[in-house]
């Protein structure tokens, strides 16, 4: 274990990494679903639109057929079609405002949870170049000899660190 992190935080962040990824599943599985029901409003209410339009073409051909008793047939079928399109939008628009919402909150649940690896990997290679340098340290040898050891590996840490870190932070390690 390193010198410069305690064991714990490691394992916190791995577990708020764990639980952040849960809670992400759930809110993809969420936007999918709310998408899924708005889809099938539009439809019902393309459907909806349809049928009225076709039913005030009939009304329209009833009436100049001089068929008034059968265009008021028409066109009372016609509005019943009217009030369910009327009553799809409400629920169509609440359904809509509600997955804005949950996009918004997955896509802040998408950078905490790039930041919560990010700082993991951070942690992970602090923790890499410490442990090197302790058994860089405890070598058996000349003092030159450790010392230029332990000078390339925690040079050669800290390269891999900080490329992991960057890595992870510009998103490449997902």
Do not use: C
């Not at 016609?78 to 809509?96: F, I, M, N, Q, V």
Request: net charge negative; no cysteine.
């Amino acid at each position: 274990m390193g010198l410069f992190e305690k064991k714990e935080d490691a394992y916190e962040l791995k577990m708020e990494l764990s639980q952040l990824m849960i809670k992400l599943s759930k809110v993809r599985e969420q936007v999918g679903e709310l998408s899924h029901e708005i889809d099938r409003l539009s439809a019902d209410r393309n459907a909806y639109k349809a049928k009225s339009d076709e039913l005030a073409a009939y009304a329209k051909k009833a009436v100049a057929a001089g068929n008034e008793a059968d265009a008021k047939v028409f066109l009372s079928e016609k509005y019943k079609y009217d009030k369910k399109l009327a009553d799809t939008e409400p629920r169509r628009k609440e359904l809509s405002d509600t997955r804005s919402k949950a996009v918004a909150l997955h896509d802040d649940m998408v950078v905490r949870i790039n930041d919560a690896r990010s700082r993991l990997a951070v942690l992970e290679a602090r923790n890499a170049t410490a442990d090197a340098a302790i058994k860089a340290s405890q070598t058996v040898g000349s003092y030159d000899f450790e010392k230029d050891l332990s000078s390339l590996e925690a040079d050669a840490e800290l390269r891999q660190a900080m490329e992991d870190a960057q890595r992870y932070t510009n998103g490449e390690g997902q």
